[in-house]
Each structure stands twice: as C-alpha cells, then as structure tokens.
C-alpha cells in the first residue's frame, strides 16, 4: 500500500533525509519520534510537530540539531521551520547556531511573535530571550568528517563525503507531516548541505520552495535546497492535489519535474486532508516512517523513481 487513510486518530508521517541510512538503529529512532508525536496528536498538532523533530535533533545520526553538518568554516548553521495549514501561519530560524533544538525556537516565533523569519544573530538572540540555553551542535563525527573534507579540498582532491548527511552514508534534513482529522501542519529541521558556505540559508525556512501546508495537505522536501526554492516544489505538491491528485500521484509527479527542470535529487512527502500519504525520491536511500491511528505501518516503503528518471 503506497498510502494510508484513516477517518479517526490522525496521521504522522516522518522522514529522516535524503541518503539516509535504514538501518534498524536509524529507523527505530524515527519510529519513536512518530508515536512520540503521535501521542500529542489529538492535543495540538503543532506540538506533536516539535515533539518529533526534537527525538532527531537530539541524535547524532540525523542532520538537524547535534547531528548537523559542518559549513566550510567548521560551524554548525542550522534552519528550521513549521507552519500550520489551519491558520496559516508560518515561522523559520535561519542560520541559528549554538541552540539544540532549532525547531522549538522556530515553534516559540511562530506562537508570541508575529515575526515569520529570523536569521543568524537575530535567530540566537531571539532564543536566548526565550530562554533557549547555548548548546555544542557539533558531534564529533561530524567534525572529523569536516576535518576529512578540508584535507582533501587541500589536496586538490574532492572530498568523499556524502553531499547531503556530511559523512559517508548518513543523514539530510528530516521533516514531518501531520493530519489530525481537522487540520494539516509540517516541520523541517536541517544543517544544511557539507561545507556550505556560512550563511547559507536552504529550502526548510522558505515557504513553497521545501515545505507548505495548507487546508489541502502538507508537505516536506529534502535534498539541495537551491533547487526546491528556485522551482517553488512544495506548492507545487500542494496545487496538484488541489487539482485533483492523490499525495502520491503529486510527489511522483513533482519530483519528476524537479528532475526535468533541474536535474536534481530529492525525496518529497506529503498527506492529503484524507489522510492519504505520499513519499517518493530519487536518490540512495529516503527513509519513511508512518503512524496511523496510533499504529505504525510496518514496512512502509516511499517510491523510488531513481531508475525511472536515470533513463531521461
């Protein structure tokens, strides 16, 4: 089954980034952030939303919160964002540093302020103000990865590590849809891409371009963020199934056009206000978690359109 509908207790549905490893160890924690989440549902979808991005960004082995990459400079800069379908409302951190949990500082702005986007200096003194204490974002895996890549850019050689996750085989930004059978919100948490430029900003703090969410469903993207900003992918998704599409039918066909217009690789999930989900990708791995009226579907795999589209 490619979709899962409920008329009762909602949907979670979760994904930990693009070439992320599916490893039991990765997959276990994205299905505890799921229930987690899941728990808060009925109580407030926005909550739920923070409760499971906080489980990835408290570990190492997700690219959000402790687990982010490294820019060119050796700092962690991260984005993170949430919106709610509901009341339209919208709110990102750009470029933050030193806070754990990005995604709550992200929640705090979009509840007491009327701010939509705070960036860099701004972003910390927000979450200081708030009460966010400092934090080291920086595991040591990845800045021995950094390290790594330095050297070989010294080298004159290109670096090994995976351009999404920083490190040979694991993790990009994570993200996360909700339906609780009356509305629909989405999150994204990130680090960003390995050895950005500092300052970069990507998709997840910009609306329509790596996230949306609407009173027609709510969507996540992950991969380079360039190029779902530069093709609005997110709206997109949401305008096809306005028009008609099933998520699934909407993902394929949105990933299909970023390929088409960029050449990109991505992975994009997405549920309807039927609580129909929808996840596709075209890279290595797109790791996929989905909680239905409290229960997770076991085995619940995105499609992947990697051949399909490595013959156009």
């Known amino acids: 089954m490619l979709y899962a509908q409920t008329m009762a207790m909602g ?29 808060l549902l009925s109580k407030n979808r926005i909550q739920a939303l923070e409760a499971v ?31 709610d379908g509901v009341s339209n409302r919208f709110a990102a951190v750009a470029a933050i540093q030193d806070v754990e949990h990005p995604i709550s500082v992200a929640r705090a702005l979009l509840e007491k302020t009327s701010n939509v986007i705070l960036a860099g ?16 974002c920086v595991s040591k895996e990845q800045r021995e990865a950094w ?13 090994a590590q995976n351009l999404y996750t920083g490190l040979a ?17 989405a999150a994204s948490s990130t680090g960003g891409y390995s050895l950005k430029t500092p300052g970069r900003v990507g998709d997840t ?26 093709t609005l992918t997110a709206k997109y998704v949401d305008e096809v199934i306005a028009g008609g599409s099933e998520p699934q039918q909407a993902v394929k066909s949105a990933l299909k056009r970023l390929h088409k217009l960029k050449k990109a690789e991505g992975g994009i999930l997405a549920v309807n206000a039927r609580g129909m989900v929808g996840a596709a990708f075209n890279a290595g791995r797109f790791p996929v978690v989905v909680v239905a009226d409290g229960k997770l579907l076991d085995h619940y795999q995105p499609v992947n359109l990697t051949q399909e589209l490595s013959v156009h």
């Not at 927000?126 to 204490?133: E, I, L, N, T």
């Not at 085989?169 to 994570?174: H, N, S």
Request: hydrophobic share 40%; net charge negative.
């Open 11 to 39: 949907i979670i549905a979760v994904h930990g980034g693009l070439d992320t490893s599916r490893e039991k160890q990765y997959m276990e924690i994205l299905q505890e952030a799921a229930l987690q989440g899941h728990e």
């Open 53 to 83: 991005l906080r489980v990835l960004e408290e570990s190492s082995k997700f690219n959000c919160g402790y687990g982010s990459v490294l820019n060119f400079d050796g700092v962690v800069e991260m984005d993170a964002a949430i919106i």
């Open 121 to 136: 200096a701004g972003a910390v003194k927000f979450a200081r103000k708030q009460g966010f204490p400092t934090a080291n």
């Open 147 to 159: 390290r790594q890549a330095r050297e070989s850019l010294a080298r004159g050689e290109k670096p």
């Open 169 to 185: 085989y694991y993790a990009d930004t994570v993200g996360c849809v909700v339906w609780d059978g009356e509305g629909l919100a």
């Open 205 to 230: 703090p910009s609306l329509g371009g790596g996230i949306f969410a609407s009173k027609t469903c709510a969507v996540v993207c992950t991969g380079i963020g360039e190029t779902f900003i530069e």
